[in-house]
């Protein structure tokens, strides 16, 4: 069956710019949670979404923004783009309990120059 | 708030050692713990899933443990490969937040 997947693969925006990320989740799956990745960072919480509502959110700007579709893809928006922004964003898809875990997409390379 | 904490942050072996990574949770109301491989650049990889009731979990080389109690998961790698190459990541996900780890740098020696 086919994976999570992310587009685009690789995108460079300008500082003020602002950007839209998709995340298509493996079918059947209800949940999608999105993360960012820099090297001084690690791994972190944006939010996650589950039948179209935001369930959980983590520690980001209000510029920061996500939802969630009928057929469960979910996009993500960064609004007044800042050079700190530039990371790898991933997306996870799961059934929505915990029991099953997390399947990654292969991630957007958001560079903002 | 759940914290993560993988050790060592970065290891070297000859290949076909065996070898242990380690990952500690603070909170032990975990719902599963799931190890990953992230290669450079790319997304993460699923290796093993071990869910609260269960106390281990086996593919191929690879052999993860569970012990909420003590809040520590170890990943076991059996006869290291180059082709292991990559970092390591555990998570832990309680109250619909999966929390990772810093990750340990893995890299098998020819």
């Known amino acids: 069956k086919a994976g999570v997947t992310q587009t685009p693969r690789y995108l460079i925006k300008t500082r003020g710019q602002q950007v839209t990320l998709s995340c298509s989740p493996i079918?059947?799956?209800?949940?999608v949670s999105w993360y960012q990745q820099t090297p001084g960072q690690g791994l972190q919480f944006l939010f996650e979404?589950?039948?179209?509502?935001?369930?959980n959110k983590g520690n980001f700007p209000g510029r920061f923004s996500g939802r969630q579709f009928s057929n469960s893809r979910s996009e993500m928006n960064v609004s007044t783009l800042e050079l700190g922004d530039s990371a790898l964003y991933l997306c996870?898809?799961?059934?929505?309990?915990?029991?099953?875990?997390?399947?990654f997409g292969s991630g957007t390379r958001l560079t903002v120059v | 708030k759940q914290e993560v904490t993988q050790i060592p942050a970065a290891l070297s072996v000859p290949e076909g050692e065996n070898l242990v990574l380690n990952c500690s949770f603070t909170?032990?109301?975990?719902?599963?713990l799931q190890w990953f491989r992230q290669d450079p650049g790319k997304g993460l990889t699923s290796l093993l899933l071990?869910?609260?009731?269960?106390r281990e979990q086996t593919s191929g080389r690879l052999n993860a443990s569970l012990d909420k109690s003590s809040g520590r998961s170890t990943l076991y790698i059996a006869a290291s490969q180059p082709g292991d190459s990559a970092t390591y990541l555990c998570?832990?996900?309680?109250?619909?937040?999966?929390?990772f780890g810093a990750g340990t740098r893995l890299t098998v020696k020819p």
């Open positions: 996870a898809s799961s059934h929505g309990q915990a029991k099953y875990g997390y399947t």
């Open positions: 079918s059947g799956h209800r949940s």
């Open positions: 979404y589950f039948s179209e509502t935001q369930r």
């Open positions: 909170d032990s109301a975990i719902y599963n």
């Open positions: 071990i869910q609260s009731s269960q």
């Open positions: 998570a832990a996900y309680n109250n619909n937040d999966m929390r």
